[in-house]
């Protein structure tokens, strides 16, 4: 196959970008994109000019580490991660362009590198559960119904790879966040810190900068693990019966 490139490059954050057009030849209909991107920079560094930066890690769709806007789509044209994405997807001659998630939370490192350590943030501010140090408790010490288990579970399952945020024309992280707010708050292990947990993570998130939900779907319609929009319809709840809680608590006080 030969593929045409148009290649977001950027220096950093401070400089201005463009696209810069890129020709590779014999490329295999069964190379994953990320190992078209190794072919396309071992030809860049033999010909003495700088690599393409992109994010990857485990390769296996597993690390959310992947995460380019591929011919105006998070991932690419199907609902999977880039490194699961094969090169059979395109047609010989066809224009790919290809960019880094646009949101302002997301800050451009280089070229298709950007900054999502504002997602770490917001974990750090709530998605988690504190417990005393001591022995492991028996897995089976606390009944959980397997509707229950299953529902957060599937919220888990969510990578943290940024392509709702990407996918979103507002840029809402709505879709992470509420994935982490119920694979905890869905468990019995997370309900004693659940109002505690949506309110600052919530409140993180809207710090970092992320929109607010549009309420279009795109997200849950590009997520490469298909997180549902249900979770955004749980935080909801979980965080205004949080804050009705903490002003009746207030009231009450005052009184």
Known sequence: MKINLKI????NKDTKGSFKSYQLDHVSADMSFLEML???NNDLIH?????VAFDHDCREGICGMCSLYINGRPHGPQQTTTCQLHMRTFKDGETIVIEPWRAKAFPVIRDLVVDRTAFDRIQQAGGYVSV?????PDANEIPIAKKVADEAFDSAA???CGA???ACKNASAMLFVSAKVSQLALLPQGKPERKERVEKMVAQMDEEGFGACTNTGACEAECPKGISLTNIARMNREYFTAITTSYEVKVGGGD
């Open 8 to 11: 977001w490059r950027q220096k």
């Open 38 to 40: 190794d072919v396309l």
């Open 132 to 136: 005393n140090t001591g022995g492991v």
């Open 158 to 160: 969510c990578i943290g």
């Open 164 to 166: 709702c945020v990407a």
């Open 47 to 51: 010909k003495g000019e700088e690599s």
